[in-house]
Every structure is written in C-alpha cells, then in structure tokens.
C-alpha cells in the first residue's frame, strides 16, 4: 500500500494541475465564450467518442490488466500480449466503424430536430474514436506494468493546456467557432499518439515477436474472459452514455451543455479517487493470483475508506460553494446545481464501493458483473424516459444517482456472498457518520447567509474543522494518510 500511496500522490498531484486547467476551460471559458448548444456538441461528440472507443476495445483492456501476472516469460509475454489485445482490438474498431457508417442517416435524422449542429459534426467520432480505442489498451497496458505517470501527465495536463491555449485564441478572435471545435477535436488525438510512440520507444510494442508466447489454452481464457468483460463494459457504457444521449434527445443540446457541464465538475471531484483506483486495480490481479485474501480484503477498505473520505470532503467544500461558482456562468447554468448534487451523490456511492468492480472481473466469478450490468440498462433508459421530460438535466442526474447506488450495492453483495469480501469496518461507518452531522450543521449555520462568498467560505470552514481535521486527528483513516498527514506536517515544520 506504501507504493499506492506514493503513486496515487504523484498522479493526483498531476492530474489536479490538470483539474486547474480543466476547470479554467470547462468549467469557465467553454461557459463564458460558446453558447450552450457550442458546449454541449463539444461535450456529447467527446461521450460519442468514448462509447465507440469502449465498444470498440472488447474487453482487451481488462484481458492485459487480468493477465499480466500470469505471463512466465515476463518480458515476451507482455509483448506478446500487448500485441494481440491491439489484434483482437483492431477488429473491434473495424466493425464498430462499419455500423456507425451503415445507420449514419438514421443517426442524423435523430438529431437533426432538437441538435442540428451535433448531426454537422458526428462524421469526427470514427477517427477520433480510432484513436480512443489504441489509446485505452495503451493506458491500460502501462497501468498494468506499473507506469501510469505519463498518461496521466499527457492526458491530464498536455492536453488541456493545449485546449486552453486554443479557448485563447478563440476568444482573442484569432479562431472563429469552426476552426476551434476542428482544433479542439484535433487536439483530443495528442494522448494516444503519445503513447503509442512511448511503447515503442521503449520495446514494449513488438510485432515481429511471436504471439507462440502465449499458449493455446490461455489464449482461449483470454478470448473468453474479454467477451463477457466486453459486454459487462459496453453496458456500463450505454448506462453512461444514455444520460447525455437522452438528455440531447429529450431536452435538447443546450441541457445537454448544462448537463455535461456538471458532469465535469463532478468528475473534477472525483480525481482523487480515480487516481486510487488506478494505482490500486492492478494489485487486484496479482493478490487473487496469490490467493491472498486477507491483503485484498485490507486493500478493498482502504481504498473505500480513503475515496469516500476525500469525495465526501471535496463534494462538502464544492456544495456549500456552488451558488458562488454558478454566479460566474450564464444563467442558462442555475439548474446545474442539482445536477450537480445529485451527479456527486452517485460518485460518492461509487468511492464507497472502491474496488468492488476490479475485485469482480479479476476473479472466477466475473460473469456476474455481467449479469449485474443488464438489467441496469433497462432501468437507466426508464429512469432517464420519465424523468427527462419532467425534471430535464436534473431528472438525468436523479437516474444516475440512483443507477450508481444499486449497481453498488449489487456488487457489495456479490463479493461478501461469494468471497465473504466486504469494505466497511467500524472506522468508516464513524467518517460516514461524522460526514452526515456536519453536513447537517452546516448546512443550518449557513443557511440564513445571504451574502454566496460568505457561504463559501464559512462551509468551507466547516468542512475542514467539524469533518476533514476530527477525522485525521481521530485517526479513522488507514495509517497511509495518517502517516502521509505526520511526514507532510514534519516537513513544514522542519
């Protein structure tokens, strides 16, 4: 767990002068200098983007991460099944092209009524979407051989430096909107790119290398295991991709400006955590490899007691905030709020879940991701079907939430049924406890202040001296932030 803390550090680190960014182009000048429907095409053709390079993948990502640990000869083996996961993939992305090519018409007819301007510029989502496929195995593949920095610094840092200095054009008139939103899609190709030149530089990414490496037998684990990850993914990623689908299908493409807009914010929060969990999820394989299950239990609360804890935290500091926040945006953002709220509730559940997912789809019994992943989508596409209409962005994000909290709860059960695996022990039942009281007392403290900077900072005030500070000086953390809390406070002391 030392090295998770220390490379979650570093990662996080990174990613939040990333966050700085991301915020300063997301969260303020996309708002300030494009229109809602300019935001939202920007915002839906990246999920657009996404969902192909998911779906396109099959499951290749997950067969490197589950895999590695089990590959004798270290270094041909990784070569070798890097090379046939880019294979398997390669097929993935023609096919997945082949059918967005067949129904482009009727995807445009769709669109066209309430987003015309998105049914101008779906024809970017194939190449870009190429692209974010070599790019997931690429990532995941350097996750699994413990290299995750530079990913992260390109993707995280590079890329949206690259996308402020174009807003800046933009916004100095140099760029009128196409060529910035041609430039901006551009621009989304740098990480891949990067990474693809990273492992071959550094002979990770060898075609002449057989694929004999890898038996028969094991290769037929593998394509076994990739097909039913890939379809437990690809409906994790119609359940993510139907909230701003249907939004931009039901409400139109500015909720869906509004909508995507909060679901940045949100994931801005969430950073820590995802940190976490990428450093962490590789260990998952290596300990069921071992079949040490006293360590992964041990790692399953950590990593659930530190993700909640600084989820929780940051989300606290933000909700108090947000009217301040929001008064910096066009007004076209006030129901963001709630969007807002109810987005961070989900991502809560899902830090309070920690591995549970990783835990799942590296064990025997990963088919049950996939039967816990079905019958979700058809509760997310009726949520989102009565709920749009009515409530709008927030009636998307209420479906979220609740989609967040089952899919949780389903795979808490699953790991203590199968694996008598369980996350919660005394200590986090008292952050959690803890965290609800002050939230509470905030909320009636601040509640009769008019005045939305002082709000802020009172709440965030409150945060850190009634939850953040009793918490760590209780010490009902692990002892990896405890001891991280004593060196940093040593070292300004010192």
């Known amino acids: 767990m030392g090295q998770v803390r220390r490379d979650s550090i570093i990662n996080t680190a990174i990613t939040y002068t990333g966050i700085g960014l991301g915020y300063l182009n997301k969260g303020l000048l996309f708002p300030l200098l494009l229109s809602p429907a300019q935001v939202g095409l920007a915002n839906v053709i990246m999920l657009m983007v996404s969902f192909f390079g998911q779906f396109s993948t099959l499951g290749t990502g997950m067969i490197v991460m589950r895999f590695i640990p089990f590959m004798k000869n270290k270094e041909d083996g990784k070569n070798a099944l890097l090379t046939f996961s880019m294979l398997i993939a390669t097929g993935g992305v023609v096919c997945t092209s082949a059918l967005l090519i067949l ?26 979407g190429i692209v974010s496929t070599y790019f997931s195995i690429l990532e ?58 990273l492992v071959i530089i550094q002979d990770q990414f060898l ?72 450093i962490s999820s590789p260990h998952v394989p290596r300990l069921w490899k071992s079949k040490d299950t006293v360590e992964l239990n041990t790692l399953y609360n950590k990593v659930s007691a530190i993700g909640f804890f600084v989820t929780f935290s940051l989300f606290a500091i933000a909700w108090f905030g947000i009217d301040f926040l929001l008064s910096f945006l066009p007004t076209d953002y006030a129901q963001g709020k709630y969007v807002f709220l109810f987005l961070m509730l989900g991502r809560m559940f899902d830090a309070l879940g920690g591995i549970n997912g990783d835990i799942l789809l590296t064990s025997k019994k990963y088919k049950i991701e996939v039967v816990l992943t079905i019958p979700l989508i058809m509760i997310t596409f009726l949520l989102n079907l009565y709920l749009i209409p009515v409530y709008g ?11 967040y909290l089952t899919y949780n709860i389903m795979r808490l059960v699953a790991n203590y049924y199968f694996f008598k695996l369980q996350p919660v022990d005394s200590k986090l039942l008292k952050v959690i406890s803890l965290g609800i009281a002050m939230f509470v007392l905030t909320y009636l403290l601040t509640s009769w202040i008019q005045n939305q900077l002082i709000t802020a900072l009172v709440g965030g005030a409150c945060v850190i001296s009634l939850f953040v500070l009793p918490v760590i000086v209780g010490k009902l953390l692990p002892d990896e932030v405890t001891g991280f809390f004593k060196v940093f406070k040593g070292k300004v002391n010192g």
């Open 103 to 128: 129904f482009h018409e009727p995807i445009l007819e769709l669109l066209s009524d309430r987003s015309p301007l998105l049914a101008d510029y779906t024809f970017w989502v194939i190449p870009l």
């Open 140 to 197: 995941h593949y350097l996750r699994a051989v413990g290299k995750t920095i530079v990913s992260v610094f390109i993707q995280d840092f590079v890329l949206r430096l690259s996308v402020l200095i174009s807003l800046l054009a933009f916004y100095s008139g140099t760029l009128d909107f196409e060529t910035f939103i041609v430039i901006f899609f551009l621009l989304q190709m740098i990480p891949g790119f990067v990474l693809f030149v």
């Open 207 to 278: 075609i002449k290398r057989s694929l004999r490496v890898i038996r028969k037998k094991l290769k037929r684990l593998m394509l076994q295991y990739g097909f039913f990850v890939y379809f437990n993914s690809f409906g994790r990623n119609i359940i993510l991709m139907l909230d701003a689908t249907m939004v931009t299908a039901l409400a139109g493409l500015e909720a869906a400006g509004v909508f995507t807009t909060m679901v940045f914010l949100s994931n801005a929060l969430f950073v820590p955590y995802v940190s976490l969990i990428r």
């Open 393 to 403: 962005a927030v009636g998307a994000a209420i479906g979220t939430s609740f989609v």
